[in-house]
């Protein structure tokens, strides 16, 4: 089992900034992946990007680049996610997502442990 605890989450005037944490614990071992998915009100869940944990490779979805970057630090077995010039469609839901392997996917449903969210909201 992997326990994933988000947190950063807030309210932001369009154009701020924000940074989420995901903290992982219990069985992470080093052949997993850490993702971070969104889910706005009224909307299906969508992949943001996603960290393979040993090697660092990020793969961001193509509307994120340039706005939205994602790092870790190994030593606190957590994964960030850094949002720049945010707008009031990035508001949503922010979850932290796990999964064995060390291939990112955006496929949702491939991820085995969820968070439990963090709110992002972005006014105009």
């Known amino acids: 089992q992997i326990q994933l605890v988000e947190s950063g989450g807030g309210l932001v005037q369009a154009g701020g900034s924000l940074t989420l944490s995901c903290v992982a614990s219990?069985?992470?071992?080093?052949?997993?992946?850490l993702a971070w998915v969104r889910q706005a009100p009224g909307k299906e869940r969508e992949f943001v990007g996603g960290i393979r944990w040993m090697g660092g490779n990020i793969v961001l979805k193509e509307s994120m680049k340039g706005r939205f970057t994602i790092s870790r630090d190994i030593a606190k077995n957590t994964v960030f996610l850094h949002m720049e010039s945010l707008k009031p469609e990035d508001t949503a839901m922010y979850y932290c997502?796990?999964?064995?392997?060390?291939?990112?996917?955006?496929?949702?449903?491939?991820?085995?442990?969820w968070g439990q969210g963090t709110q992002v909201t972005v006014n105009p």
């Open positions: 219990g069985r992470t071992g080093s052949n997993h992946v």
């Open positions: 997502a796990s999964k064995r392997g060390n291939v990112v996917i955006a496929t949702i449903a491939q991820y085995e442990y």
